[in-house]
Every structure is written in C-alpha cells, then in structure tokens.
C-alpha cells in the first residue's frame, strides 16, 4: 500500500535553532513529492516540488532535499513566523488526475 | 486577486440535511479537486474532476457529489448529512500534467450536529 509517513508529529526550536523535518514514503512509482505549510485556519500553501532522487530546492530558510526513499526540510535559523504545520506529500505514477496522498504532518513551533 | 475561493468558510447544520460548498478558482486551472481534513488534521483526497473525467476516490460516500457548471468552478453537493461528515473542505486546483503543484483554497469549516 503507498504510504507517506512524516517526523516527527511535533517539533518545539528556539529562534535560530535549525533543524530537519523528515517525510517517509513507500509508493510503487513516484511522479513528484510536494511540499506545503499550512497555517490554523487556512488552506495548504505550496512551498517545493521536487522530481527526482538528488533534487534540492530552496526557498528563503527552506531547503528541502530528495533521496529513492524519503524527503528532508530543512529549516535553517528559524523564526517565530516559521511556526506552522509542514505538509509532504506525493503523487504517483499511473496515478489519477493528479491526486495527492498526504502525511499526517508535522507541526512547527519556534519560539523567540 | 484570490486564487482560489470557497464559500461558505463556515456550515453549521443538522443531520440530515442536504447542503452545498462552493469552489472558484481564476488560476486558469482545468484540473479542481476536493479534499477532507479530518479533526486529526489528515488531508486525503475525495475526488478530481476536469472537463474530462471525474475521478472518484473509493472510499467517498455516494451522498457526495461534485458538480461543474465550468472550468473555474467545482461544488460539492453533499446530501443526508451525518455526523461523521463534520470536517473541513477544501477545494484545489491546479494545471494537467505531471506533478503539477496544486492550489487550494481556505477551506469550509462544516459542522453536523
């Protein structure tokens, strides 16, 4: 069965503390895995989407990396404003119009 | 300039009842879709539409139903509300194509009591 699995489920930095959120994913074909942040409240925001084992992207304290089984955030020097809910998912080959299969997240807080 | 929108960002109803959320997008977009975050806050996929096909996901109720009167627009029409339908909603879209970054909306907040 595909499967995404994110860690940790919570994470509590200090300002300027960096650190990595991991995202898990067993699937029979990858086509792309997606990055969001999703603030209380609101939709899913889009931050990457990265295509292929070695791919990197970088967005301001952002950096998020892919390997054949699993995806890295990393958060360089965070701030307050950082603090939200990190959303991975994938979508796969074959798979239909597009749809997306979530982890359950993980949940940011960075405190000053 | 909203990207994409729904209405109502609140539905407070009784059981039973039939009720519907809006969805718009101005993106260009020919793909939308319905999502439902449970109060686990676990996102998962109810259906994808465009012009084309309707792709249902197995799982989903037979009360829901998603509508187009176009492109830009995919309403979701739920009928006989339960209690086990209390969630929120959101609406996405994005361009066909593989691993197409996908857009969503503010969600609807909806409440069976």
């Known amino acids: 069965e595909d499967q995404v699995t994110q860690s940790p489920e919570a994470l509590r930095l200090q300002e300027g503390e960096s650190s990595s959120l991991n995202c898990s994913y067993t699937?029979?074909?990858?086509?792309?895995l997606f990055w969001y942040r999703q603030d209380p409240g609101k939709g899913p925001e889009f931050l990457f989407t990265?295509?292929?084992a070695g791919e990197e992207k970088e967005k301001e304290r952002l950096k998020a990396t892919l390997t054949k089984k699993e995806s890295f955030l990393h958060i360089t020097a965070p701030k307050p404003e950082d603090s939200a809910t990190y959303l991975c998912?994938?979508?796969?080959?074959?798979?239909?119009?597009?749809?997306?299969?979530f982890g359950k997240g993980t949940k940011l807080s960075v405190k000053p | 300039d909203t990207a994409v929108s729904q209405t109502p960002k609140y539905l407070v109803t009784q059981m039973g009842n039939d009720k519907s959320i809006k969805c718009e997008q101005n993106?260009?977009?020919?793909?939308m879709y319905w999502y439902k975050q449970d109060s686990k806050k676990f996102l998962k996929i109810m259906f994808s539409?465009?012009?084309?096909?309707?792709?249902i996901n197995e799982t989903v109720p037979n009360r829901f139903s998603p509508k187009s009167p176009d492109k830009a627009h995919l309403n979701l029409h739920i009928n006989s509300l339960e209690l086990g339908d209390s969630a929120v909603y959101f609406c996405?879209?994005?361009?066909?194509?593989?691993?197409?970054?996908?857009?969503f909306g503010p969600g609807t907040r909806l409440t069976v009591l």
């Open positions: 990265l295509y292929s």
């Open positions: 539409y465009n012009n084309k096909e309707l792709i």
């Open positions: 998912a994938v979508q796969l080959r074959g798979g239909s119009q597009g749809n997306l299969i």
């Open positions: 699937v029979s074909g990858l086509r792309g």
């Open positions: 993106l260009g977009h020919d793909t």
């Open positions: 996405a879209s994005s361009r066909r194509g593989e691993a197409r970054a996908q857009y």
